[in-house]
Structures are given as structure tokens and as C-alpha cells.
């Protein structure tokens, strides 16, 4: 079955939310991406090395990363010539097929590790700005909708405001925040949620740390004692390890994304902001150049707004015009 074909059998004839909620967030990163694909095909009639070249530009300027670019482009040559394909229209579809299989990674599990007896810990990590604090908050209410109890740690101590944003979060949502003052040990603060969450049968606890610069080497080793005062506290915890950055800034999500991961066990990417880029293709970067699952990603501003990450949803959101296009032209 044609990637279109399946993309259309499977979502255009829902009205789904989360579904909808993809395709409208990514409108930016579509109206750039898609748009200029399809321009790209109007003026080329004939596949040949200078469309090759066109493609590559707007790949990299959609931030797609260099790497992944280069690859990609090498895969679309081979299948041209496999195919013999010569018309620029029919390799739009294979452009569309190559994105999702570099999005759908075999054997990769995009699901939060909750566990089903005891209590889960999610430490959350990222540099200062990326919107860290909210989506543990964002996280907070999601996993009670889904019937859980969750409490939160605020374990940045040194931010100003970090722990009076937490507790506005928790205050939001309902749920408890442990905190100490500003200043003291991040490690002596999840200490404690652990206890607190262990003692009151809690189902969840979100770790907040601190986010200094991610060269900083006294931060990973401030994550590292974290890490250990939870392992020891509960076997096999942190149960995930993520890591939160912003999808607007691009190739710097990537960059910070390589550094937490050479330093610290990252399970799982958050990334937010990704209704207000125009440059969304930083998520095939991240998930070709890098073994590290996209797990969360933030779609809009309201508390409801974090959705765990789906390939087929996010491809559909990037090229549901030319799939509903593709619909159209059947029906007539």
C-alpha cells in the first residue's frame, strides 16, 4: 500500500482530536515544508541532479540537519533509479514514503515507561527556557486525566522562580509539589518526594532539576547524585530520563540533545513549541541522527496540550494537503 493511500485510509476519514490537533499544529512547518515541495515539482518536470539540489536546500532550511539531509537524498537517487522514475510528481510520493520511514524506527517504543505496580519517577531534564517546568506541569495533568495520582519535586533550586512556577503548576493541575527553599540541595528535595510519594501510595513522581548550560559539568554530576539518590531509594528508578527542548531553536535542540545524551542516561525526547516553528523537521533529525525516542511533544499552550509522539500522526500533519489532494483527485 502507497504511503498516501495509507495515510488517507487511516486518517482522513476520522475527526479524531489528537489527529487534528497534529495537522494544526504543524501548519507552520507544513505551509514551509509542503509548499515549497510542491513548487519545487510545478517547476521541475524532470528528476535530475539539480531538483536533487533544490530538495536538499529546503530539507535543511526545514532543519532537517545536514546528515540527515545527505542520506536522505542518497535514498531518494537510489529509489529514482530503481524505479527508473523520471517524472518529478511520482517521486513526491517517495519523498513523502522516505520521511516516515525515517521516522518510524523498528522496535522503538515512543510510550512512557509507567509501571504497573509501585511508584514510577520521571526526572525531567534541560537547559534554562526551553519550557521544562511546563510540561512537567502539562505531564502532571495528563497522567491525572488518565486516572493516576501524581505528585512533582522541584528540584531546580537554584532559578529564581523555578519553585513558585512549580507550585503554580501544581496548584493548576492539583497536584502536591515538595519543595525546600531556594538554594538547597536538589538531591535532599527528590529525597524527600520520594519518601512522600512512597509513604502516600502515589502512582507517578516528576522530578523538575536544574538547567544550567549543558557544558556546565557540575550539573551532570548535580543530575548524576540525583539519579543515585533515587536508584537507591527504588530499584531500577528514574524509570524515564527526559530530556525537554524546544523545537524553535532548531539545530541547538540537536546539539543539546547529543551533549545531555554523551552525559547523562536520556530515555526520551519532550519537545516542545512545535505549533510555532515553521522548522518542524528537527524532529527527523533528532530521530535519525540520534537513538534517542521522541516521547512528548507540545502542540499548543493549554494544559492539555502535550501528546505523546506518533509518526504516522505527525507525517499525516506534514503532508495532509497533498494526501487530501490525492483524495480529491479520486473522487472526481
Known amino acids: 500500500m502507497s504511503f498516501f493511500k495509507r495515510m488517507k485510509d487511516k486518517f482522513t476519514n476520522q475527526s479524531e482530536t489528537v489527529t487534528e490537533k497534529f495537522r494544526d499544529g504543524l501548519e507552520k512547518t507544513r505551509n514551509s515544508f509542503s509548499t515549497r515541495v510542491n513548487e519545487l515539482v510545478k517547476n521541475y518536470r524532470k528528476v535530475d541532479e539539480e531538483f536533487f539540489e533544490e530538495l536538499e536546500e529546503i530539507l535543511i532550511e ?48 515512543n510510550k512512557l515507561n509507567i509501571q504497573e505496580d509501585g511508584l514510577t519517577v520521571i526526572l525531567f531534564v534541560g537547559v534554562n527556557g526551553v519550557g521544562k517546568t511546563t510540561s512537567i506541569g502539562k505531564l502532571a495533568h495528563k497522567l491525572k486525566q488518565e ?70 559539568v557540575n550539573l551532570m554530576n548535580e543530575l548524576e547524585k540525583i539519579k543515585r539518590v533515587i536508584g537507591r531509594e527504588i530499584p531500577d528508578a528514574p524509570h524515564e530520563v527526559l530530556l525537554v527542548v524546544d523545537a524553535t531553536t532548531g539545530q541547538n535542540a540537536m546539539s543539546q540533545a547529543k551533549t545531555f545524551s554523551q552525559t547523562t542516561d536520556v530515555s526520551g525526547l519532550v519537545l516542545t513549541k512545535l505549533d510555532g ?40 500533519g506534514l503532508f495532509s494537503d497533498l494526501i487530501m489532494e490525492e483524495q480529491d483527485e479520486t473522487i472526481n
Open 62 to 109: 526545514a532543519d532537517v540537519g545536514v546528515a540527515t539531509v545527505m542520506d536522505l537524498i542518497d535514498e531518494l537517487k537510489d529509489e529514482a533509479r530503481r524505479q527508473n522514475i523520471k517524472d518529478t510528481e511520482k517521486l513526491q510520493v517517495v519523498i513523502s514514503e522516505k520521511l516516515a520511514e525515517f521516522l518510524e524506527k523498528e522496535d522503538e517504543d
Open 147 to 216: 486516572g493516576k495520582t501524581v505528585m512533582m519535586a522541584a528540584g531546580d533550586t537554584f532559578r529564581a522562580g523555578a519553585i513558585d512556577q512549580l507550585q503554580v503548576w501544581g496548584d493548576r493541575v492539583g497536584v502536591d509539589v515538595v519543595k525546600h527553599s531556594e538554594g538547597s540541595d536538589p538531591a535532599a528535595v527528590v529525597f524527600d518526594a520520594v519518601q512522600s510519594a512512597k509513604s502516600r501510595g502515589v502512582d507517578v513522581l516528576l522530578c523538575d532539576t536544574a538547567g544550567r548550560l549543558q557544558n556546565k
Open 277 to 316: 516553528t515553521a522548522k518542524g523537521g528537527i524532529v527527523l533529525a533528532i530521530r535519525h541522527e540520534l537513538e534517542i525516542p521522541v516521547k512528548l511533544v507540545g502542540l499548543g499552550e493549554k494544559v492539555d496540550d502535550l501528546y505523546e509522539f506518533d509518526a504516522d500522526r505527525f507525517v499525516y
